[in-house]
T-cell receptor, first 110, second 116 residues
Framework: GNSVTQMEGPVTLSEEAFLTINCTYT??????LFWYVQYPGEGLQLLLK?????DKGSNKGFEATYRKETTSFHLEKGSVQVSDSAVYFC?????????FGKGTTLSVSS | DAGVIQSPRHEVTEMGQEVTLRCKPI?????LFWYRQTMMRGLELLIY????????DSGMPEDRFSAKMPNASFSTLKIQPSEPRDSAVYFC??????????????FGEGSRLTVL
């Protein structure tokens, strides 16, 4: 079946640290991959996406590369800010609906 | 443009009571999704509609849950009777179809349900 596995949180970092949040997936076919972010008290917002192998999605300093050989879509940012504190969800779209990972909480302190 | 609108934002009720959550999707969006978010299980798809027709309700936990979409601008998720284990944040999301579909889901702010 289709599923997404994210690294367990919480992830706690100091401002300007490097961020990696691991995401691997299991899917039939070639799904599109997404990262969504949820700020406290809000709904999920699209952060970035990639639709085919080797595509790199990027937004607001975050990047993720669709790796078909390792079935991964790890989220990275070179220098995090306090305002990046949120819950991050990896998701895949094998058909119509999105299937989400459980989410990884990121807490950035100054 | 208005986003996805959900109501109520917060609901506290007692076990056994009926709960109705409401959603207004973005105008022009053909797809509507209901998700449930809990700490233990993360974000789970409950049901989704296309052009007001339920397409996949395999995620609906049991018969106590029902969802309707009487028209393109309104959907409800009903729990009757409610139980404490239904406590969660329920999200509604919508998406267009066709050429403008980028795959992105547009989420509402969620309805936080607490069943005592």
């Amino acid at each position: 079946g289709n599923s997404v596995t994210q690294m367990e949180g919480p992830v706690t970092l100091s401002e300007e640290a490097f961020l990696t949040i691991n995401c691997t997936y299991t899917a039939t076919g070639y799904p599109s991959l997404f990262w969504y972010v949820q700020y406290p008290g809000e709904g999920l917002q699209l952060l970035l996406k990639a639709t085919k192998a080797d595509d790199k999605g990027s937004n607001k300093g975050f990047e993720a590369t669709y790796r078909k050989e390792t079935t991964s879509f790890h989220l990275e940012k070179g220098s995090v800010q306090v305002s990046d504190s949120a819950v991050y969800f990896c998701a895949l779209k094998p058909g119509t609906a999105l299937i989400f990972g459980k989410g990884t909480t990121l807490s950035v302190s100054s | 443009d208005a986003g996805v609108i959900q109501s109520p934002r917060h609901e506290v009720t007692e076990m056994g009571q009926e709960v109705t959550l409401r959603c207004k999707p973005i105008s022009g969006h053909d797809y509507l999704f209901w998700y449930r978010q809990t700490m233990m299980r993360g974000l789970e798809l409950l049901i989704y509609f296309n052009n007001n027709v339920p397409i996949d309700d395999s995620g609906m936990p049991e018969d106590r849950f029902s969802a309707k979409m009487p028209n393109a601008s309104f959907s409800t998720l009903k729990i009757q009777p409610s139980e404490p284990r239904d406590s969660a944040v329920y999200f509604c999301a919508s998406r267009p179809s066709g050429a403008v579909d980028t795959g992105e889901l547009f989420f509402g702010e969620g309805s936080r349900l607490t069943v005592l």
